[in-house]
């Protein structure tokens, strides 16, 4: 074998996919929400709508654009969401009092109760995961970093 092709056996292809960083992640993605998917069918969520609860539960009492912030999602995104989970009778949507071209949203008494339904959701999603809680604190921190870097490059 002369040096040319050593050369071309180390080096990785760059196209193919399963070199690609957005492949890792966007599979790992298509895993982790088949372990959601599962969960939150007998909460009869979507992991969209998961999401937004999870705002919710942390505080109440927010407007569309907060929950999108905190989401990076846009309010074209988010109001067919929340229509959904307004129909299901989990939230309530009412414009601002202070600015009425805001809809703050809040919980429902049963959008409360299911807080306590979701609470093992996490446990279990670890379990699946067999990683222990500094391994997934560690992935957490660099997908977020990975993120931000992202975000910033545009």
């Given at each position: 074998?002369?040096?040319?092709?050593?050369?071309?056996?180390?080096?990785?292809?760059?196209?193919?996919?399963?070199?690609?960083?957005?492949?890792?992640?966007?599979?790992?993605?298509?895993?982790?929400?088949?372990?959601?998917?599962?969960?939150?069918?007998?909460?009869?969520?979507?992991?969209p709508q998961y999401l937004v609860m999870l705002v919710l539960w942390a505080q109440d009492d927010l407007t569309v654009s907060e929950i999108g912030e905190q989401l990076f999602l846009d309010s074209a995104t988010l109001t067919p969401l929340l229509k959904r989970l307004e129909s299901a009778g989990l939230i309530n949507r009412q414009r601002s009092r202070q600015d009425e071209r805001q809809v703050v949203v809040t919980l429902t008494e049963q959008g409360r109760a299911l807080q306590s339904q979701a609470s093992a959701i996490p446990e279990t999603v670890q379990c699946a995961t067999a990683c222990d809680d500094a391994t997934l604190l560690a992935l957490k921190n660099e997908l977020d970093l990975l993120r931000d870097n992202l975000n910033r490059s545009r």
């Open positions: 074998m002369n040096s040319n092709q050593n050369d071309k056996k180390a080096k990785p292809a760059p196209l193919l996919v399963n070199q690609q960083l957005c492949f890792a992640l966007y599979s790992a993605n298509l895993a982790m929400n088949k372990v959601y998917r599962q969960l939150l069918s007998q909460l009869d969520l979507t992991y």
